[in-house]
């Protein structure tokens, strides 16, 4: 660790390079005590868990989509700005695995491996992931308006933004975080920011053309990750009030219910995150249509399981809007078999 490389005019250290997939929930572990040591964005870089979903055809290790949410659940026991931090880094290095030529994926990758972050614009929560940034065609590049939502507080090199030309073509634009241009509101209740790109250059290199399955995948993968991040810091919650009570003497039925019933949705979800990972990684391996389809309702569902363990709440408007969506879906398909 001795050895630094120049990120964006800075020093840092060169990652650490995990080798093996059984090694991952290790460094995971380790890296917790380091958040004490340094800020959040210099322990994930020097870990090197940035890039553990980088494709092996790119030199990565293209961790499992279950280890990967199994590391950022145990990140999220201690911190949850690092394990958003992980999980938008490594949705966004899904929407560069199905974008963009092998060239430009492969510059994109050897960014993450030496230890620089990627910030997933998501486009609007659990709605979907859309292309509602617009560009247009600007020298040696494009000229980027619109305004996106982004994860706040989250420290990071590069910002992958879903745009789309005049007639609707989709791209990924990987755009500095200093980009002359860039405007970051403060977080709202929801815990994301608005990011303004007010006539914002990127360079031709860093336009990367959308596949048409980017869309299901990104979304897919997202949701899964943040449900990750959602059923660590309930784990974390659960040992709080455990730690506050102190016995069963001390007990109320009351807190019981709470206990048992917390409980019931922690597991309810880990069954469900470890289903939903494991589909993922058939679709990322064999991006039929079917099993693209089948990872992004099994991913949907799991969202707005674990939007509910997080918030408590109901049904919003927003959560009604894609389960009729859901069953429409269910619908559609059944009459597709039926002919």
């Not at 964006?8 to 093996?20: C, G």
């Not at 000229?143 to 609707?168: F, L, N």
């Not at 069954?271 to 089948?294: F, G, H, K, S, W």
């Amino acid at each position: 660790m001795g050895t630094i490389t120049n990120l964006h005019e800075r020093l840092r250290s060169v990652p650490n390079r995990i080798a093996a997939e059984d090694e991952v929930l290790a460094v995971a572990s380790a890296v917790l005590p380091a958040m004490v040591r340094w800020p959040v964005a210099e322990a994930l870089g020097r870990s090197g868990l940035l890039a553990v979903s980088v494709p092996s055809d790119f030199g990565g290790l293209d961790v499992s989509n279950v280890v990967l949410a199994e590391a950022i659940a145990l990140i999220a026991t201690v911190s949850a700005r690092a394990a958003e931090t992980l999980a938008s880094h490594c949705a966004a290095l899904e929407a560069i695995r199905n974008a963009g030529s092998e060239g430009q994926r492969g510059t994109a990758f050897a960014k993450s491996s030496g230890g620089e972050r990627f910030l997933l614009a998501t486009g609007g929560g659990i709605a979907g992931w859309r292309a509602e940034a617009r560009f247009l065609p600007d020298g040696m590049g494009v000229r980027v308006d619109g305004r996106v939502e982004v994860a706040a507080a989250i420290d990071a090199e590069w910002i992958a933004v879903p745009a789309a030309d005049p007639s609707g073509q989709s791209a990924l634009l990987l755009v500095p975080h200093n980009a002359p241009g860039l405007d970051f509101s403060e977080a709202g209740d929801a815990g994301v920011s608005q990011l303004r790109l007010a006539g914002v250059h990127v360079a031709a290199d860093s336009v990367l053309s959308l596949t048409s399955h980017a869309a299901p995948m990104v979304e897919g993968v997202y949701r899964l990750l943040r449900a990750a991040v959602i059923l660590g810091q309930s784990r974390r919650g659960l040992e709080a009030v455990l730690a506050s009570i102190g016995s069963a003497r001390d007990a109320t039925a009351a807190s019981d219910h709470a206990i048992g019933w917390r409980q019931v949705e922690i597991e309810t979800a880990y069954a469900q995150i470890l289903r939903v990972a494991a589909v993922i990684d058939v679709a990322q391996v064999n991006p039929a249509a079917a099993t693209i389809a089948e990872a992004h309702r099994l991913a949907t569902i799991l969202g707005l399981v674990a939007q509910r363990m997080d918030t408590g709440r109901t049904a919003t408007g927003e959560e009604d809007t894609v389960i009729i969506a859901l069953g429409r879906q269910m619908l559609a398909d059944r009459g597709e078999r039926a002919t």
